[in-house]
């Protein structure tokens, strides 16, 4: 079984600062992992993936994330926070690539 | 706009009756994919195609509900004498291509259903 938490449901930052929504997951063997976004009445975007390799991996708009094996998570960060940035995201674990298995999201509100 | 499309955006419908929604994933994908959405939820895994073929289907899925791809193309999820917990945003997504599927998924914007 593979599941995925998502502990904050809501992350608040002023613009321009850092921000991190975390992620941790559980799968048995080596995860992919995901990071997708959902804006107001548009579908989900794919952000970015860690499949194998350099822990930190770099996605779209800046943002990045890094993969703790030890700690089994897979933060999502961004060094510098935009009002555009506001939005629910979602982490997702698999093993096959045919069944993600989302989080419950974090809305992130960015504050001007 | 060549992203994946879905087709009826929104449906009410009364207990009881049934409902099709259609997907048009992106022409060159060759994997299609159902998820189901509630409110406060992430998106739940219900069905994956690669071509015509239904490789894998969710235990969430009951016999009410059946999903076909026929031609390879544009798929289609029915659902069967509708429940109210049916009530759902229903997503379609794809992937594919050449190479190992490394599940990054497209999303259309969904179907809402509304079962009254």
């Known amino acids: 079984a593979q599941s995925v938490a998502q502990p904050e449901d809501q992350v608040n930052v002023a613009e321009g600062n850092p921000l991190t929504v975390k992620c941790t997951y559980s799968?048995?063997?080596?995860?992919?992992l995901f990071w997708y976004v959902q804006y107001p009445n548009r579908g989900l975007q794919f952000l970015l993936k860690?499949?194998?390799?350099?822990?930190l991996v770099k996605g779209s708009y800046g943002f990045e994330a890094e993969f703790n094996k030890s700690q089994t998570s897979f933060h999502l960060k961004k060094p510098s926070a935009l009002v555009s940035d506001s939005a629910l995201y979602f982490c997702?674990?698999?093993?096959?690539?045919?069944?993600?298995?989302f989080g419950s999201g974090t809305q992130l509100t960015v504050l001007p | 706009d060549t992203g994946v499309s879905q087709d009826p955006r929104h449906k009410i419908t009364k207990r009881g009756q049934n409902v099709t929604f259609r997907c048009d994933p992106i022409?060159?994908?060759?994997?299609l994919y159902w998820y189901r959405q509630t409110l406060g939820q992430g998106p739940e895994f219900l069905t994956y195609?690669?071509?015509?073929?239904?490789?894998?289907k969710s235990r969430l899925l009951s016999d009410r509900f059946s999903a076909e791809r026929p031609k390879g193309s544009f798929s289609t999820l029915e659902i069967q004498r509708t429940e109210q917990g049916d009530s759902a945003m229903y997503l379609c997504?794809?992937?594919?291509?050449?190479?190992?599927?490394?599940?990054?998924?497209?999303f259309g914007e969904g179907s809402r259903l509304t079962v009254l």
């Open positions: 997504a794809s992937s594919g291509g050449s190479g190992s599927n490394t599940g990054e998924l497209f």
């Open positions: 799968v048995s063997g080596n995860p992919y």
């Open positions: 860690y499949i194998t390799g350099d822990n």
């Open positions: 997702a674990v698999t093993r096959s690539a045919r069944q993600l298995t």
């Open positions: 022409s060159e994908h060759n994997r």
């Open positions: 195609f690669q071509n015509e073929a239904q490789l894998e």
